[in-house]
C-alpha cells in the first residue's frame, strides 16, 4: 500500500511558475506509474499528466502540454509537477495518483491528499 503526501501550491499571479511534490511511503514507489490530476470548483476532475514507472516516459493533457512537466526521483520516492506560465483557469485542486504495475491503464489506486492552487492577479 503505498501512501501518497502531497506538498507546494499556493497563490501566484498570472504567469508565475509553482512546483507541486509529491512523496511517497509504503509499498515500492518504482513499481507505480504516477500522473497528476486537477479538479476545479464546480467541474469535474481532469487529468494533467502522466510519467512511466522509469521516468522516462511523459504524457500531458493538451490544456498543459509546453507549460507544466512530470519529473520523478525514484530514488527519493517523489514525483514533481513544474508549472511554468500558469494562467487563471490553471486554479484548482491538484491531485498526484499511483498506477500500480500490473493495473489496468489508467486505474490508479492509490491518491495523495491535494492541494490547493490559485492563480490570479
Known amino acids: 500500500q503505498v501512501q501518497l503526501v502531497q506538498s507546494g501550491g499556493g497563490l501566484v499571479q498570472p504567469g508565475d511558475s509553482l512546483r507541486l511534490s509529491c512523496a511517497a511511503s509504503?509499498?515500492?514507489?518504482?513499481?507505480?506509474?504516477m500522473g497528476w490530476f486537477r479538479q476545479a470548483p464546480g467541474k469535474e476532475r481532469e487529468f494533467v499528466g502522466r510519467i512511466s514507472r522509469a521516468g522516462d516516459s511523459t504524457y500531458y493533457a493538451d490544456s498543459v502540454k509546453g507549460r507544466f512537466t512530470i519529473s520523478r526521483d525514484n530514488a527519493k520516492n517523489t514525483v514533481y509537477l513544474q508549472m511554468n506560465s500558469l494562467k487563471p483557469e490553471d486554479t484548482a485542486v491538484y491531485y498526484c495518483a499511483g498506477e500500480p504495475y500490473g493495473a489496468p491503464y489508467g486505474r490508479y489506486l492509490y491518491w495523495g491528499q491535494g492541494t490547493q492552487v490559485t492563480v490570479s492577479s
Open positions: 509504503g509499498g515500492t514507489f518504482g513499481d507505480n506509474t
